[in-house]
């Protein structure tokens, strides 16, 4: 199983709601991240779990809240968020650079995306 | 820092061939590339570990110039398929992160019937 999973696909939510966006992987994938992505724009870092603990957060605003429960799962709960978050959410997940067969480089397995518009 | 994708956009006729160019400041340890389709996820289309290093997935091949700080990629015999936002994503040899792959603004390539 190659495949990253992420739900919902898409997802509207108002200034004051709380949401949360789902990723999975079943690849043994002991690194996971969460990306941003505008339109016409690259994917922009926010947040590395590397073996279930947080080891990256790009500055991002604590409306964000990153959360990895176990070796497969990553969450992304959301709340209080402004119009301007409105974006398309990846997850992604590699061997850990780490690891020793990693050689330090990371092919990133990306998901579908979540598409998020905020009210 | 970004490395800087050339060029923004490239539109060819089927069975055409392209060049798309990441250059970075910084001299990198790896040069990552993604083809990311309108509406869909990035995928992977390889990685360049070494400098002078050359890889091909079918029609596909890459080279990475170690001293230039540059990668190129390459498609021949271009089919619909290939059309796309191409990205670049870099590894600093010091420095960085081996997590984090800082990714180029991309290069839109559109192949015609």
């Known amino acids: 199983d190659t495949e990253v999973t992420q739900t919902p696909k898409h997802l509207v939510m108002g200034m004051t709601n709380k949401k949360s966006l789902k990723c999975e992987q079943h690849?043994?994938?002991?690194?996971m991240y969460w990306y941003k992505q505008k339109a016409k724009k690259p994917p922009e870092l926010m947040f590395v779990y590397s073996y279930e603990k947080l080891s990256i957060n790009e500055s991002v605003p604590s409306r964000f809240s990153p959360e990895c429960p176990n070796s497969s799962l990553l969450n992304l709960h959301l709340h209080a968020l402004q119009p301007e978050d409105s974006a398309l959410y990846l997850c992604?997940?590699?061997?850990?650079?780490?690891?020793?067969?990693?050689?330090?480089?990371?092919?990133?397995?990306f998901g579908p995306g979540t598409r998020l518009t905020v009210l | 820092q970004q490395p800087v994708q050339s060029p923004q956009a490239v539109i060819l006729r089927e069975g055409e061939d392209a060049v798309i160019n990441c250059s970075s400041s910084?001299?990198?340890?790896?040069v990552h590339w993604y083809r990311q389709k309108h509406g869909e996820a990035p995928v992977f289309l390889m990685i360049l570990l070494k400098g002078g290093e050359q890889k091909g997935h079918e029609k596909i091949s890459a080279s990475f110039n170690e001293k230039k700080q540059q990668s190129s990629l390459y498609l021949t015999a271009s089919q619909l398929s290939y059309s796309g936002t191409y990205f670049c994503?870099?590894?600093?040899?010091?420095?960085?992160?081996?997590?984090?792959?800082?990714f180029g603004k991309g290069t839109l390539l559109t192949v015609n019937p």
């Open positions: 994503g870099t590894v600093p040899l010091s420095g960085g992160s081996n997590y984090k792959l800082t």
């Open positions: 910084k001299a990198l340890y790896s």
């Open positions: 690849m043994g994938h002991r690194a």
């Open positions: 992604a997940s590699s061997q850990d650079p780490r690891e020793s067969r990693a050689e330090r480089h990371n092919e990133q397995f």
